[in-house]
């Protein structure tokens, strides 16, 4: 329904509602989303649990019902909602910035783009800072038969705060803030704010279902990736008043020999 308001409404504007500076907003992207992957795929294969069989009855009253087996199935549908939350900003802004058919389209959805990779690339490293301190053991690992072994995959010590959820809820909001900057019709902001919460809750809700995540894991992550999805295209935000902007302006610029910046 989005897809089809933004092809068949548009009455935004080509440019970006942004700022970037290159150096530093590409550096920092890049940084954070390394920094992410690097606690990522540098864990051990395995983790000793701190309690084997498990307790439930330990667990908090609102997060103990999400105690049980691990649905595989289930997780796999939130991958799935996860990719599409990611790429719904870089694809809606696109389309929306292309339909205008204005000088300036492509490079206004490259600094869009920018500033939703730099969205992302922190909620993930984020993400992974914390849970790498807090290290609370996942829903599933209260239901495991004791086998004798107490090692447990790396992960599953990692239940707080809920990732997917944390980057659905910012790829939604920051895809929603671009389209509200861009003066899109009140339809399509509308739509991109209710599509897009529906389906990031949709992601934080099937964690909880597949055991992968207590309530208070995908709620928090639901805050900070609201909050981010929010707070970074707000300090990229171009000044109302053109004079009172401050700091040198930098424009993303397509040419036939790749991209360039004008400071």
């Known amino acids: 329904a989005l897809l089809f308001l933004v092809v068949s ?3 935004g504007r080509a440019e970006s509602p942004y700022e970037v500076h290159l150096p530093i907003d590409v550096g920092a992207t890049v940084l954070l989303a390394g920094g992410a992957a690097v606690f990522q795929f540098t864990a051990p294969d395995s983790f000793h649990l701190g309690c084997h069989p498990c ?33 719904s900003p870089v694809i809606i802004s696109g389309l929306e910035g292309l339909m205008v058919e204005q000088e300036g389209a492509v490079s206004g959805w490259l600094t869009d783009s920018l500033v939703a990779a730099e969205v992302l690339a922190s909620t993930l490293f984020l993400t992974q800072v914390a849970k790498h301190v807090v290290q609370r053991q996942r829903p599933y690992t209260y239901a495991l038969e004791d086998d004798g072994s107490a090692h447990v995959p790396f992960d599953a010590s990692r239940s707080f705060f809920s990732g997917h959820t944390a980057a659905a809820f910012a790829g939604a909001v920051a ?42 894991d995908v709620l928090t ?21 053109e004079s009172t902007r401050v700091g040198p302006e930098v424009e993303v610029v397509v040419g036939p020999l790749g991209l360039s910046g004008t400071f």
């Open 221 to 241: 992550g639901a805050a900070v990736g609201a909050a981010l999805g929010w707070f970074i295209p707000w300090l990229h935000a171009r000044s109302v008043d």
């Open 55 to 87: 307790d439930e009855t330990t667990v908090n009253a609102l997060d103990r019902w999400a105690v049980g087996e691990e649905n595989q199935a289930i997780a796999a549908v939130t991958d799935g909602l996860l990719a599409l939350a990611m790429a």
């Open 175 to 216: 895809m929603a803030t671009t389209l509200s900057r861009r003066n899109v019709s009140a339809g399509v902001r509308t739509a991109a704010w209710t599509g897009g919460l529906l389906l990031a809750s949709g992601v934080g809700v099937g964690r909880v279902l597949a055991a992968k995540h207590f309530p208070t």
């Open 9 to 11: 409404g548009s009455s």
